[in-house]
Structure formats: structure tokens, C-alpha cells
């Protein structure tokens, strides 16, 4: 994993406003906004994240903890509707949803309208999702190709310390949807998309693939056992009116029994399926 030392970002236009204490409701980019305390003032466009469970608190977010992701910091001066509940340390307006200008970069190169963003080698500052990383912060509205308005450029630094890639800084707007990136390389054994369709509406979460092969398995033996059940049962009917056919009330009765244990058999497989996806 890239790091990044001594950073310098000429933030053109961009200034941090504090507003007085209180917490925001408002949703001028389709979301919802928030106040937050924070250690220090943070510019607008930073991904930040929640310093602790159920926190008040933020911070900004880096590469490192990608999954704790929460929000993006906001202009509260282009807010509509602000809310007064006390005093906030460094109060910084976070956006946890809709769609809000994002600092980006060019790391992984340029931004296309609809990619996937996450979390850059900058701290609090977003790029190119990939297939390498795991979360993903949402989905870029506009283009960036480190043309146009650029807010700056930066160098980024591998592990031992060597200036390997030169990046450009800028602002877009992202619609914010953090969730598991849909484009990250799967380790996990191969499965037919049917096969996990199937398995996902069934556990109504993501099913791992030992899980839908031991199940495919156990429905297989049900069945076959099921047929075989049946198979037994009809074949032996049948040659028994052929040698008595007095008894065919009987046989058919017995038939019937057969063919009830035989559902009984596929039933109790497919509960042991059910089971096994669910759990």
C-alpha cells in the first residue's frame, strides 16, 4: 500500500468555514447533513470517518481504514436549513448521503461520470475504485482528468519513501453509496451465476461457494435417494399383482406409502439445504 509524505495541496478556492455550534438537517444535495466535532478544522470535500462507535466526533479517513468510511465534510454556508443544539468543538458538517462535492485525484487515473470512487493514497481524498479495494465511497457524477479546474498537484511516495507518481488534485460531485466495491477481485472458488443467484435469494445475503456446493450436493443425494425410493417401490408393486393380483388394494396402499416416504426424504433434504444457506 502507497503512503504519502509531505503532502502539499494548493487548495484553490477552497477555504474552511466554522460555523457557530449546532447540528444540521438539511438535504440541498439530496441527503442528509450532519454536525460534528472534530480535532482540528477540515476542508470541504474530505471523506472523514466517525472517531468511535456512536461518536459525535470525526476525523479524516485514510486508505488504511477504508472500511470506516461515514460521510464527506460540506459547505455549511450553501446549506437551506440549519439547527442550533449546542456547542460543537470545531464543528465540521458531514454528509452521510446524496450528492456532494468530493475532493478527488488522479492516482488510478482519470474519473469518468458513473465510476466508483473510494478512498486514495491522500488522506480524506478519493480516486478510481479499482479491483483491489474493498469498499467503495459511491459514484462519481462528473468527469475528472486532472484537466480543467485543478485544486493542485501532489507527489505520491511507495513504501520506501521513493516519489513514484505525480497526481492532480480537484473537486467533483459524488452521490454517496458506501458499500462492498462491485468491481473487487473475487478469491472465493467460482460459482455459476445461476447457481448463486439462486443461493443469495434463498439466503437473502451473499452465500459462499462452499456452502452452495455442499448444499447442491445434499439436494442431489435427496433426490436421487427420493427416485431410487420410488423406483424400488413401483418395480416391486407391479411384480407383485403380476404374481397375486387379489392383493392389488393392498400393494396400491403400500405404494402410496412408499411414494409419501419418498417426499418425506426430498423434503427433509431441501430443509437441510434451506438451513445450511440461511444459518
Known amino acids: 500500500m502507497r503512503t504519502v509524505r509531505g503532502v ?101 487515473g482519470a474519473i469518468q461520470q458513473g465510476d466508483y470512487v473510494t478512498l486514495s493514497a491522500i488522506n480524506g481524498v478519493a480516486m478510481k475504485a479499482g479491483t483491489e479495494e474493498p469498499t467503495v465511497f459511491g459514484r462519481a457524477a462528473t468527469n475528472f482528468d486532472g484537466t480543467g479546474v485543478v485544486l493542485g498537484t501532489t507527489t505520491i511516495k511507495d513504501e520506501q519513501g521513493n516519489a513514484n507518481q505525480s497526481v492532480k488534485l480537484g473537486s467533483i460531485p459524488v452521490t454517496i453509496d458506501i458499500k462492498r466495491n462491485p468491481n473487487e477481485k473475487s478469491t472465493k472458488a467460482k460459482v455459476p451465476e445461476m447457481l448463486e443467484r439462486i443461493g443469495q435469494a434463498i439466503a437473502e445475503k451473499e452465500v459462499s461457494a462452499i456452502r452452495i456446493y455442499i448444499s447442491m450436493g445434499i439436494a442431489a443425494v435427496s433426490l436421487i435417494a427420493a427416485i431410487m425410493v420410488i423406483y424400488s417401490g413401483v418395480r416391486n408393486s407391479v411384480i407383485s399383482i403380476g404374481r397375486n393380483p387379489m392383493s392389488k388394494k393392498s400393494i396400491f396402499r403400500a405404494l402410496i406409502e412408499i411414494i409419501l416416504t419418498s417426499l418425506l426424504i426430498l423434503i427433509i433434504g431441501l430443509f437441510a439445504v434451506y438451513l445450511l444457506l440461511r444459518l
Open 8 to 108: 502539499v495541496m494548493t487548495m484553490l478556492g477552497v477555504a474552511v468555514f466554522l460555523l457557530p455550534a449546532g447540528v444540521l438537517a438539511a438535504d440541498y444535495g439530496g441527503g442528509s447533513v450532519q454536525g460534528y466535532s472534530a480535532d482540528k478544522a477540515i476542508d470541504f470535500g474530505t471523506i472523514v470517518e466517525l472517531t468511535g462507535e456512536n461518536s459525535n466526533r470525526v476525523m479524516v479517513s485514510t486508505q488504511d481504514r477504508l472500511q470506516n468510511m461515514f460521510g464527506v465534510v460540506v459547505d455549511p454556508q450553501q446549506l437551506s436549513v440549519r439547527l442550533s443544539a449546542g456547542e460543537l468543538e470545531n464543528e465540521t458538517f458531514v454528509a452521510v448521503s446524496g450528492t456532494y462535492n468530493t475532493l478527488v485525484s488522479t492516482q488510478n
